[in-house]
């Protein structure tokens, strides 16, 4: 090949590398490129705040500001955010969802009423929220529940089925800011909802198979009982909320167990306020037997000898043993039987030399032999 061919082949391959070089490079001045999750634009260093999704990523860094209650105001516009917020509430963008939780707080503070229509609908997608893997949404619809609680009160009662499994999941988990906002999630339900209509409610969480929901299900019941009073403890029964607590007694967590003391106390404490304020009364529908006229017989009466000895050993220190009374056995010196009646009729019973029963004198006799 000739040089002059050898320069224009050299031209033409130049030119051609110029062209491709040139068609790679294009203007980001104005564009917003995805940078792993984030959004960044192509204008020194600068970081802007990109709302938008695109292909699932997350577009841009989004701070959520986790507000107070008493800290939330007003809306400029409650027909709008009242007109959208189911819409919002469902939305795919997390971030608007989050928005929507925060007017459903500031519509629960500041127009109970107009909220209370769409509380049917409304709960089951803060439950979805509440579910939700992303944390930020998920504390923020928690602070949401316990501003509906406060707000509603016993109107959440028919609902409150959806909400209690959620929220003692949540409020034993690891991450410690969304298990703090759960925790007070719960309080402002036991707080604000009746407990004559919460406890029953929540008494199948306490047979739960998962012991971490056991555990918070018998916080809760512990602390619901104390609001139900002398009348209202009478009406639910002192013998079902003393089986409950010896039952939680023997749990597996340290959390139930300790719910469990404190219930077992706060139980003896009305008790024996029950039976000062009525012993002069005649009561006979009371849930708690005048009969009993200490405590100690009282759980010996309506509990098994080893939920009964549990009991006393946390509210009255030791156990005490079971007193006399139907049928009685009455122990001779040395721990030997002598004799066991039962209405009226002994049945005597042969004592032992060397482990071998020897019949007593009228032994053939008396036992028809």
């Known amino acids: 090949m000739s040089d002059s061919a050898l320069q224009d082949l050299n031209a033409a391959q130049s030119v051609l590398l110029g062209k491709s070089k040139g068609s790679s490079v294009e203007p980001c001045s104005s ?7 984030k959004c960044v634009k192509k204008e020194g260093n600068a970081v802007p705040a990109c709302p938008d ?7 841009g860094v989004v701070d959520i500001e986790y507000i107070d209650s008493e800290n939330l105001t007003d809306l400029p516009d409650v027909d709008t955010s009242l007109s959208t917020l189911l819409a919002r509430l469902d939305s795919k963008d997390w971030v608007k969802t989050c928005e929507a939780l925060n007017n459903v707080r500031q519509l629960a503070i500041y ?5 209370q229509e769409l509380l049917e609908p409304l709960v089951p997608l803060i439950v979805k929220s509440v579910k939700n893997p992303r944390s930020a949404l998920c504390k923020t619809a928690l602070m949401t529940c316990s501003d509906i609680f406060k707000a509603y009160g016993e109107q959440m009662v028919d609902l409150i089925d959806l909400l209690l499994m959620p929220l003692f999941l949540k409020s034993s988990q690891d991450k410690r800011f969304v298990c703090e906002a759960a925790e007070a999630a719960l ?5 604000w909802i009746s407990p004559s209509v919460l406890l ?4 199948p969480y306490l047979k739960n198979r998962n012991p971490r929901i056991r555990a918070k299900a018998s916080v809760c019941f512990s602390k619901s009982v104390p609001r139900l009073g002398l009348e209202g403890i009478k009406e639910y029964g002192m013998d079902k909320l003393i089986q409950v607590a010896a039952t939680q007694l023997s749990d597996q967590l340290p959390e139930s167990r300790e719910a469990a003391r404190n219930l077992s106390l706060e139980l003896q404490a009305l008790y024996e306020k029950t039976q000062a304020s009525g012993s002069g009364e005649d009561d006979s529908a009371s849930a708690i037997s005048l009969e009993a006229e200490t405590w100690e017989a009282f759980c010996l009466s309506k509990l098994s000898a080893l939920n009964a000895q549990a009991i006393l050993r946390v509210t009255v220190g030791v156990p005490v043993a079971p007193k006399e009374g139907g049928i009685a056995a009455a122990l001779k010196e040395g721990g030997v039987p002598a004799a066991l009646k039962e209405g009226g009729i002994s049945v005597v019973v042969a004592p032992k030399e060397g482990g071998v029963p020897v019949a007593t004198k009228e032994g053939a006799a008396a036992m028809g032999c």
């Open 111 to 115: 127009h109970k009423q107009r909220l």
């Open 200 to 203: 029953p409610k929540m008494q």
């Open 187 to 191: 309080i402002s339900m036991t707080s």
């Open 53 to 59: 999704v695109t292909n699932g990523c997350e577009a």
């Open 31 to 37: 564009k917003p490129v995805l940078n792993g999750n």
